[in-house]
């Protein structure tokens, strides 16, 4: 079962950037399709950016396209969430997740992954 820790949440301004990391343990990397998905206070948690085994493949939510760019180094078993031009609607606990794929495909929906992290806090003042 892969461990998934997410890092680099924190409080920001608006219009400032954070730039956040998960790290996978315990699995073949390179073997699962990775998301990020947010949840605020009173909301259900939602999509945010996908991206495939590869990393050639990558998806968002409308909301974020061309604010956040995800990526990742299957060489450290790592995947990242840069987001730039963060706005007060942007504050929720952002969680990381996992699913195994024998495709190089995004997957968008959280009953599509079977394996998550903590959650980091994420909080754009404006």
């Known amino acids: 079962q892969v461990q998934l820790v997410e890092s680099g949440g924190g409080l920001v301004q608006a219009g400032g950037s954070l730039r956040l990391s998960c790290a996978a343990s315990g699995v073949t990397f390179s073997l699962y399709t990775m998301g990020w998905f947010r949840q605020a206070p009173g909301k259900e948690r939602e999509f945010v950016a996908g991206?495939?085994?590869?990393?050639?493949?990558?998806d968002y939510a409308d909301s974020v396209k061309g604010r956040f760019t995800t990526s990742r180094d299957n060489d450290k078993n790592t995947v990242h969430l840069q987001m730039n031009n963060l706005k007060p609607e942007d504050t929720a606990v952002y969680y990381c997740?996992?699913?195994?794929?024998?495709?190089?495909?995004?997957?968008?929906?959280?009953?599509?992954?079977?394996?998550w992290g903590q959650g980091t806090q994420v909080t754009v003042s404006s």
């Open positions: 991206i495939g085994r590869s990393g050639i493949n990558t």
């Open positions: 997740a996992a699913a195994v794929d024998f495709r190089d495909r995004v997957r968008t929906t959280t009953g599509e992954y079977m394996n």
